[in-house]
Nanobody, 120 residues
């Protein structure tokens, strides 16, 4: 019923930039928080950034000043602009959203993930 689809991952050299996108679709009445998480090989999934419907943002300390989260509510899309990328940013990046469906169910939805690889 609800789907999140990420795009924009890839291979980039250290110091470079990438922009991730995540579009939500399906039986969506409203979306509260939209967020990005990442999981590096052998590590647990970790929080990267979030933005609520009012525009309040939060960032992990490791990405503050380098990553910027934004969203287009009309398009039900969240973006992650990643600048000054470091090899330690290499991970699968997952989109997450708190969604209320038209039949008033609250769903915590995840995308399938997109690979970001930063070479040194």
């Amino acid at each position: 019923q609800v789907q999140l689809v990420e795009s924009g991952g890839g291979l980039v050299q250290a110091g470079g930039s990438l922009r991730l996108s995540c579009a939500a679709s399906g039986s969506i009445f409203s979306i509260n928080v939209m967020a990005w998480y990442r999981q590096a090989p052998g590590k647990q999934r970790e929080f990267v950034a979030s933005m609520n419907s009012g525009g309040t943002t939060n960032y992990a300390d490791s990405v503050k000043g380098r990553f910027t989260i934004s969203r287009d509510n009309a398009k039900k899309t969240v973006y992650l602009q990643m600048n000054s990328l470091k090899p330690e940013d290499t991970a699968v990046y997952y989109c997450n959203a708190g969604i209320r469906t038209w039949d008033r169910r609250d769903i915590n939805s995840w995308g399938q993930g997109t690979q970001v690889t930063v070479s040194s």
